[in-house]
C-alpha cells in the first residue's frame, strides 16, 4: 500500500513572462516499481504546496525492490523532472504503517545514493529490517500487496509522544480502496487511515522517526532546494492479487495427462508501443496468445486490455492435449501482443517447456521473462513478464473410453485386472499360440489387421510375462496398427527386441505439396522416451522419411535403453533408392544430434539410406551435407560401436557398382528406374564425386578411434562399416544384426 500525502517547498518551473520572481508549478507524481511506471497522481495546477492525500496498491513481485517516486511539472509538450525520492521496500517493518517526509533529490543517481546511506544508517541504528510475509500462496513468486481496509491514524498531540502515531483499526474488511478512496487530510493527519488488512491485531503503535527527514519540534525546516514529499507505506496481504489455481491434483495417478490448464494471471513492465505523436509516453493495448507447439489447432487468446502497461487478466483455458501430442509439441508459447486496428505488435513470448510438465503433473505458477519470438530472453531484453499457472493433468471427460465405450472384448469398462488379463492371454493363445511362459512372438509376412495389432499392444501392458521378442516384419501394419503396439510398450518391462521392418511409414503427403510426420514415427519416438528396457529396434526397408527421421530422433535423444538401431534402406534424406527426389537433411542433422548425446546406442545401421545424395550406382547429385553432421557427432558420441554407411557410395564403389551394371554382374545388377527407358548413365559429373567422402570417414576414423571395414566376406561388394572397441562383445551378436 501507497500513499502520496502532500508535497511542500517545490521548486517553481513555470516563471512570469515578464521575468522577475514568483512562478509556480503543476505538479505530479510518477510512481515506479522496477523498471515500469505503476501509478500516476493527479495534477494539482499552480501549486507548490500541493496536497493530493492519494492511494495506490502494487503488486510486488520481489520485496528488495526499490520505489521511485518522481516529481514532475506537468507541461504544454513534455513534461519537466523536478526530483526523484527512492524508498527500499526490503527496509519497510512488516505489518506497520510507515509515514514520514522525504526529501526530494535533483536527479535518479543522487537520490540512489541518498538510499544507500540511509540503509547504512539504519543498519548502524540497529533498526530492523523485515522482509514482508503473506498469508496463504505465494503464487506470483513475491509479495502480493493491497489495500483491503481503512482505519484511522491519530494525529500528533492526541495521545501520542511526538515521534509516535497510535494507528486504531477497524475490524479488517475492507474491500480494497481504491485511488482517491481516502478523506481529505488538508491540515488534519487523521484521516489518512491505517492501510493495513486488519492482522496487526490491533492497536499498533509505529516510530516514524527513521522515515522522517524533519527536525525537532519547534525547529525551522528546511526543504532544500527541490523540496519534500510525505509518503505512508504499508505491506498487507491481499488474496484478491494472489489467486490460486490448479492446485488440486486429478485423482488419477495411473491415467496419462489429456488436458493442459493454464491461466494467464497478469503481466508488468511491459514496453510502450503506441508512443504519444507529441512528447514522451504512451501505452500499448496487450492481449496474450496462448499456442502448443507450432500447429495452430492449439491456439488461443485472451481479452485487450487497453492503454496498460500492467494489465491483469485472471483468464483460464485448457487444451485438450495427449502425452504424446505434447511430446511431439515440444512447448507451450505465451505470446503477448500490442493490439492495433490494423495489425499486432510483438511484444515478447515466454516459453514452457511440456515435457516436465508431464512427468509429474506438477504446477507451474511463477512470473516468467519475456523474451524473442523463440522465447530467449537476452541480457538487455527490456520486455517485461508475465505471471502464468500451468498444470497438465487427467481430465476423465475428455478420455474417449470413458465416452464410447470399447469396441474390443479386453477394454470394456468394468472388467478387472484378472478378467482383462484372462480375456487378452485366451485371445492370443487362440490366434497364434502364445502362452504366459513363450519368450518370442513370430508373426513375420502375416498380415496383423487393426484389431490384431490392438490385442499385441494390451499384451505387452501385461506384468509378469517372459515375451522378449516380437516380430512383425512385412505385416502390413497401417499408422493406427504401429502406433497400437508402441503405446503397450510405454511401460512395458519385459520386452527387448522389436522387429517392425518393411511397413510403411512414409511421410504424410498433404494437400499443396504440405508434409506432415507418419503418426506412427511420432509414437514411436515417443515410447522411447518412456520405455526403458527396449534394446533391439529395426525399422529397415520401412520408408522412413526426413520428418519421421527427425521425430524418432527426439525420441533416440532421450532413450536410456536402446542399443541396436537399423534404418537400412529408408530415404532418409528424401531421395529413394532411384536417386529420385529433392534431398533434404533436418532429419539426419536431428540423428547427428541424438547420436551426440546418447549413452546406450552401440549399434546403428544407416546403409542404403542415400545420405549423401546418390544412390549404390553414383546415380544422383552429391551433397555431403549429412555426412558432415554424422561426422560432427560421432567425434562426441563415447558410445556407438559400430556404424554401417554402406551403399552410399561414400567411398566410390559406385565405380563398381556401374561397372557391374553393363556385365549384368555384382551388386545392383539389372537394377533402373523404373521411369526411365534408357539404363542410368554415369556422366562426369557422377565420376568426379566418387570418393569425396573419404577424407569425412578419415576424421571419423581419427577423432573418434574407428576401424575402416570395406570387406567383410570373399565376394566383390565394398562395405562401408566403421568399428571400434569390439573385442569385449558378442561377435556373432553384431555380425547377425
Not at 239 to 266: K, M, S, W
Amino acid at each position: 500500500n501507497v500513499a502520496v500525502v502532500q508535497a511542500r517547498g517545490l521548486p517553481a518551473v513555470d516563471r512570469p513572462i515578464t521575468g522577475g520572481g514568483g512562478g509556480s508549478s503543476d505538479p505530479f507524481i510518477s510512481i515506479i516499481c522496477g523498471s515500469e511506471t505503476e501509478e500516476k497522481t493527479e495534477i494539482k495546477k499552480k501549486q507548490l504546496d500541493p496536497v493530493w492525500n492519494q492511494k495506490f496498491h502494487i503488486s510486488i513481485e520481489d520485496p528488495a525492490e526499490v520505489v521511485r517516486f518522481k516529481v514532475f511539472d506537468k507541461g504544454t509538450l513534455t513534461n519537466t523532472l523536478m526530483g526523484v525520492v527512492e524508498v527500499p521496500l526490503l527496509e519497510l517493518h512488516d505489518k506497520h504503517t510507515e509515514r514520514g517526509w522525504h526529501t526530494i533529490c535533483s536527479n535518479q543517481e543522487e537520490a540512489a545514493e541518498k538510499t544507500a546511506a540511509h540503509l547504512k544508517m539504519l543498519r548502524r541504528t540497529g533498526v530492523a529490517a523485515s522482509r514482508p510475509s503473506s498469508k496463504g500462496s505465494d503464487a506470483g513468486g513475491g509479495a502480493e500487496v493491497g489495500f483491503v481496509d481503512d482505519g484511522e491514524v491519530t494525529k500528533e498531540g492526541e495521545g501520542t509522544d511526538a515521534d509516535e502515531l497510535e494507528t486504531k483499526q477497524d475490524d479488517g474488511e475492507g474491500g480494497g480502496a481504491e485511488e482517491g478512496a481516502m478523506v481529505p487530510m488538508q491540515e488534519e493527519m487523521g484521516g489518512l487511515g491505517d492501510m493495513g488488512d486488519g492482522e496487526d491485531g490491533g492497536g499498533a503503535v509505529m516510530k516514524v522517526t527513521a522515515w522522517d527527514d524533519g527536525k525537532d519540534e519547534g525547529e525551522p525546516f528546511d526543504t532544500g532546494p527541490n523540496g519534500q514529499l510525505e509518503l505512508a507505506f504499508k505491506w498487507v496481504f491481499n488474496p484478491e492479487l494472489a489467486p490460486t489455481y490448479f492446485e488440486n491434483d486429478d485423482g488419477h495417478p495411473e491415467r496419462e495427462v489429456n488436458e493442459l490448464r493454464v491461466a494467464v494471471i497478469q503481466a508488468r513492465g511491459l514496453p510502450i508501443m503506441d508512443r504519444k505523436l507529441f512528447g514522451s509516453g504512451g501505452s500499448s493495448d496487450p492481449m496474450a496468445i496462448l499456442k502448443v507447439g507450432k500447429s495452430s489447432k492449439h491456439k488461443l487468446k485472451t481479452k485487450v486490455i487497453y492503454k496498460n502497461l500492467s494489465p491483469k487478466w485472471f483468464e483460464e483455458f485448457s487444451f485438450p492435449l495427449t502425452y504424446d501430442e505434447g511430446l511431439f509439441a515440444e512447448y507451450l508459447d505465451v505470446i503477448v501482443m500490442d493490439w492495433d486496428l490494423t495489425s499486432n505488435d510483438f511484444i515478447g513470448c515466454s516459453r514452457i517447456p511440456l515435457e516436465p510438465l508431464g512427468e509429474d503433473r506438477h504446477l507451474e505458477h511463477k512470473w516468467f521473462n519475456l523474451g524473442n519470438e523463440e522465447g530467449m530472453v537476452g541480457a538487455t531484453s527490456k520486455r517485461g513478464k508475465i505471471e502464468l499457472a500451468v498444470r497438465w493433468q487427467y481430465n476423465p471427460d475428455l478420455d474417449p473410453e470413458n465416452q464410447n465405450g470399447s469396441k474390443y472384448a479386453w477394454e470394456v469398462n468394468g472388467l478387472s485386472g484378472a478378467e482383462r488379463r484372462k480375456q487378452i492371454l485366451k485371445k492370443c493363445n487362440n490366434k497364434w499360440g502364445l502362452t504366459e511362459g513363450s519368450v518370442d512372438l513370430t508373426l513375420r509376412r502375416i498380415a496383423i489387421d487393426k484389431e490384431n495389432a490392438h490385442l499385441i499392444g494390451a499384451l505387452l501392458t501385461l506384468d509378469d510375462l517372459s515375451l522378449v521378442k516380437i516380430d512383425l516384419r512385412e505385416a502390413g501394419l497401417c499408422p493406427e496398427s504401429i502406433t497400437a503396439v508402441a503405446k503397450g510398450l510405454r511401460n512395458n518391462k519385459i520386452l527387448q527386441h522389436l522387429n517392425i521392418s518393411r511397413n510403411k511409414m512414409n511421410d504424410v503427403k498433404g494437400l499443396q505439396g504440405s508434409t506432415s510426420v507418419n503418426p506412427s514415427l511420432q509414437d514411436l519416438g515417443h515410447i522411447l522416451i518412456k520405455n526403458t528396457y527396449l534394446q533391439h529396434l529395426d525399422l529397415s526397408e520401412s520408408h522412413v522419411e526426413p520428418l519421421g527421421l527427425k521425430a524418432l530422433a527426439y525420441g533416440l535423444r532421450a532413450s536410456s535403453s536402446l542399443r541396436y538401431l537399423s534404418l537400412r534402406a529408408n530415404p532418409l534424406c528424401n531421395v529413394n533408392s532411384y536417386a529420385r527426389g529433392q534431398y533434404k537433411v533436418e532429419g539426419l542433422k536431428s540423428l547427428a544430434e541424438a547420436i551426440k548425446v546418447h549413452n546406450t546406442l552401440e549399434v546403428l545401421n544407416l546403409g542404403m539410406t542415400q545420405l549423401c545424395g546418390q544412390n549404390a550406382l553414383a546415380q544422383g547429385l552429391y551433397n555431403a551435407k549429412g555426412l558432415l553432421y554424422l561426422v560432427d557427432a560421432l567425434k562426441f558420441s563415447s558410445c556407438l560401436k559400430q556404424i554401417d554407411l554402406s551403399d552410399n557410395n561414400i567411398l566410390g564403389e559406385g565405380e563398381l557398382a556401374a561397372k557391374s551394371l553393363q556385365t549384368n554382374k555384382g551388386p545392383g545388377a539389372g537394377k533402373q528406374d523404373p521411369a526411365a527407358n534408357n539404363p542410368p548413365v554415369v556422366d562426369a559429373a557422377h565420376e568426379q564425386a566418387r570418393g569425396r567422402g573419404r577424407p569425412l570417414v578419415q576424421d571419423i576414423m581419427r577423432y573418434g578411434g574407428y576401424r575402416l571395414h570395406e570387406k567383410l566376406d570373399k565376394g566383390k561388394r565394398v562395405y562401408l562399416v566403421l568399428r571400434r572397441n569390439m573385442e569385449d562383445h558378442n561377435k556373432g551378436g553384431f555380425e547377425s544384426f
